[in-house]
């Protein structure tokens, strides 16, 4: 039994299966062939709920309407709390009863309950009929622990909390979390939802999802519209002890701050969100600042960031000033070990101990440590990231080890001096993985603004000995005074001087990259936003009308094949003239700027698109299209951008795409289109598909074959 389980709790557990083992005793006490059918039946019906929610893990069951249990400062545990005149009044009343299906827990607003509310796996609901912990009344209840965890649940799932504060004796005091969901089942458990939450003043983290046994963990996670703050470890840690034993997991509209982390432990802690062991997940909109201070592990914390994950977007968030114990991280973002086909875009970093970006490649001669490739940072803007003069180099962007397919574009990176660590704008390094260099690794349309004598580039020599692919196209490099290009020991004062010795910056023979002053409204003056979904205020580093950087861009479709979104930083639809611009911003000449919004490349819940009310009597069908590729090409690149051509007399609802007849992605808006890695697929035909709906459900499909 898991750790947290007290005596007490052990006790209630026992009490739940009071009737199961009751039966159970009698049966075995009585001669087999005069057992009573009746005995039989009743155990039966005790335990069928049991194994249907544990073993077969039906989800698809009808919406069940519950029982719901009042809880309030003035009730009486004797009373039988299913109405509101008549509540219970302590926790521990609470885990005495077997919640099922629909069933809803709700405290009184504005009062405080002390204790840790218990849920196991007799507790189980399901994403349809979930049990629910909320308040009623006027305000937030309070659980309060001061001494352990407020709400835990051990091998239990189909549970949604809303409108509570959580709250510990303080981040140095007790040894609990707020809310932690530990599974060792041996399965991976369906749904969690917690919302408008309050939780602080916890010696470990503030909310912990995981498990601990082989593919043990969850599915369905959504965390949103909550502040995680003033805990001792971390503000939200997702966790498993395989790779991707977590699916479709949504962090979004959270605020995680003041989480100090924890000196002497071995693993990092002081974390805003973190992430990890996931297939599929999102952080958006959302803001990480003054964490992890404390942190003396030898890996630091970071603000946003993820591990041992597949298919992950980190958009639209902020994370400043978050630090470290010791000499590295204290980072901003981060994508790092084991990290494949995820994106970071749209996020604004600054004022960090560590560097804005950070993209962690192969490291050391271990098989664990070797599979990151195939990632994304786009339309990013970090200003003033690697603040900790005493850290070791950081850099605006920085990449460790060796990567693997790494294409960072359309950034725009803010960097001056910062005492003898001299962060850079960019930053390769691998200094203890000396055998580990960059192959397919691209830097193309960014801005990279330096002040005084910060470097514009830093890559050590280690890193060029093997490196394959490794190109800087059509970038922007700036410093008013004098450039800086530390390349392999060499340095170097100016593009041309850096170029001629390094044929970098050249395409098709061809020079490119720019020294010009890119005409930045504000640079350096970005500040701090503070405030969720509120990035497009940041005019700093928006383009002037003068900008010699407008229509100077690489058309990245065209020329390599990308998909690159259909928007920059602040939300004006790309290209916005001629071509596309250089830098995060796309400067708006055509009319007022459009606002895009991107529609998740995962399939995670989110909120619904909102569609026209449609009369039934729409029958006619869409019409549909691949546009790209074409029928019966054949196709060798990493990333193959599927384009579909969607219409529809009244609206499109989506648009499905199908690889060899099994979905793979759904998109609620235009443009309709779909990233298809390549790299693990099998040689010879494939079939792709695209299936166009209505409101009104009528569809239409389109379907190529194409050669890998």
Do not use: C
Not at 175 to 194: H, M
Not at 537 to 566: E, M, V
């Amino acid at each position: 039994m898991n750790e947290l389980l007290t005596p007490e709790l052990q006790s209630n557990k026992v009490n739940k299966y009071r009737l199961i083992t009751f039966f159970l005793d009698y049966i075995k006490s009585i001669d087999p062939f005069t057992r009573s059918s009746i005995a039989v039946f009743l155990l039966l019906i005790l335990v069928t709920p049991f194994i249907i929610s544990n073993v077969f893990d039906v989800r698809q069951r009808a919406a069940t309407v519950g029982t719901i249990y009042y809880v309030s400062s003035i009730g009486n545990d004797s009373n039988s709390g299913t109405a509101q005149s008549a509540p219970w009044r302590t926790i521990g009343k609470l885990n005495t009863v077997v919640f099922m299906q629909g069933d809803q827990i709700v405290f009184e607003g504005g009062k405080t309950f002390d204790g840790m509310l218990y849920l196991d796996q007799m507790d189980l609901g399901s994403e349809q009929s979930p049990i629910i912990i909320s308040s009623y009344g006027n305000g937030k209840a309070i659980i309060r622990n001061i001494s352990g965890t407020a709400l835990y649940g051990y091998n239990t799932a189909g549970i949604k909390i809303n409108n509570i504060s959580f709250v510990g004796p303080g981040r140095t005091v007790g040894d609990g979390d707020g809310i932690n969901f530990y599974n060792d089942s041996g399965i991976v458990k369906d749904f969690l939802e917690i919302s408008n939450v309050d939780v602080s003043g916890f010696k470990k983290s503030g909310i912990v999802i995981g498990g601990w046994n082989g593919q043990s963990g969850f599915k369905n996670i959504r965390i949103t519209n909550s502040e995680i703050h003033d805990n001792g470890q971390d503000g939200i840690k997702i966790y498993g002890q395989k790779m991707y034993s977590n699916e479709n997991v949504y962090v979004g509209y959270v605020k995680s701050y003041n989480n100090t982390g924890t000196s002497g432990l071995p693993e990092n802690t002081g974390n805003g969100i973190l992430i990890s062991s996931v297939n599929g997940g999102i952080i958006e909109h959302s803001i990480a600042y003054e964490n992890g201070a404390l942190s003396t592990s030898p890996s630091g914390p970071g603000g946003i960031w993820t591990y041992d994950s597949n298919n992950v977007i980190i958009q639209f968030n902020e994370s400043y000033k978050n630090h470290t114990g010791v000499d590295v991280d204290g980072l901003g973002f981060d994508l790092d070990i084991n990290v494949t086909n995820s994106i970071m875009q749209y996020n604004y970093s600054h004022e960090n101990d560590g560097s804005g970006y950070l993209l962690m490649g192969i490291v050391a001669n271990n098989p664990a440590y070797s599979n990151s490739y195939d990632n994304i940072v786009r339309y990013n803007i970090s200003e003033n990231d690697g603040r900790k003069a005493t850290s070791k180099p950081q850099g605006g962007i920085f990449i460790y080890g060796g990567a693997k397919g790494i294409d960072v574009y359309n950034n725009t990176i803010y960097m001056s001096p910062n005492g003898s660590n001299q962060s850079s704008a960019v930053l390769l390094g691998n200094w203890a993985d000396t055998d580990k260099d960059p192959i397919n690794v691209h830097f193309r349309n960014n801005i990279f603004y330096t002040v005084s004598t910060a470097p514009i580039l830093n890559v050590n020599q280690e890193q060029l000995q093997s490196a394959n692919d490794f190109i800087f196209q059509n970038n922007s490099y700036y410093n008013s005074s004098s450039l800086k290009f530390i390349w392999g020991g060499a340095t170097y004062t100016s593009l041309d001087s850096w170029r001629s010795s390094t044929n970098q910056e050249k395409l098709s023979g061809n020079s490119t990259g720019f020294t010009v002053n890119p005409q930045l409204e504000n640079p350096g003056y970005g500040g701090t936003i503070g405030t969720i979904n509120n990035l497009s205020s940041l005019s700093a580093y928006k383009l002037r009308a003068s900008s010699p950087l407008i229509d100077k861009g690489l058309s990245l479709t065209n020329l390599f094949g990308q998909q690159i979104g259909s928007r920059d930083f602040y939300g004006t639809s790309i290209p916005n003239g001629n071509t596309y611009d250089i830098g995060a911003h796309e400067y708006p000449q055509n009319s007022t700027p459009t606002s895009v919004q991107v529609t998740p490349t995962l399939p995670v819940a989110a909120t619904p698109t909102a569609v026209p009310t449609i009369s039934s009597a729409d029958t006619i069908n869409p019409q549909v299209s691949i546009t790209y590729p074409v029928n019966g090409s054949k196709v060798d690149n990493r990333r193959v951008i599927i384009k579909v051509s969607a219409t529809d007399n009244i609206n499109v609802a989506k648009v499905d795409f199908y690889i060899d007849e099994k979905v793979v992605f759904s998109d609620l808006s235009a443009p309709y289109e779909y990233i298809w890695n390549t790299r693990k697929v099998s040689t010879g035909a494939h079939r792709i598909k695209a299936i166009a709906s209505d409101p009104s459900n009528n569809t239409a499909y389109s379907e190529i074959i194409i050669y890998r």
